[in-house]
């Protein structure tokens, strides 16, 4: 089982998921380009269990 981490760009959140993920996939609909502001945006679906999240705080 492997440990995925990612965080936001910030850094202020962190991810980490434990397992694998059920589907992988990229989409080109004009809500994830906009959201992506790209011409694609990868997203990833996973179980509910096995991932937490952490806030923190730069000073």
């Known amino acids: 089982m492997s440990v995925l981490p990612g965080s936001c760009l910030s850094g202020n ?3 980490a998921v434990r397992g694998d993920p059920k ?3 990229i989409c080109h609909c004009t809500d994830c380009r906009q959201e992506s502001g790209s011409a694609f945006t990868y997203f990833a679906i996973l179980l509910r269990v096995g991932w937490g999240a952490a ?3 730069h000073r």
């Open 13 to 15: 959140v962190r991810i």
């Open 23 to 25: 589907r992988i996939g």
């Open 55 to 57: 806030c923190t705080t």
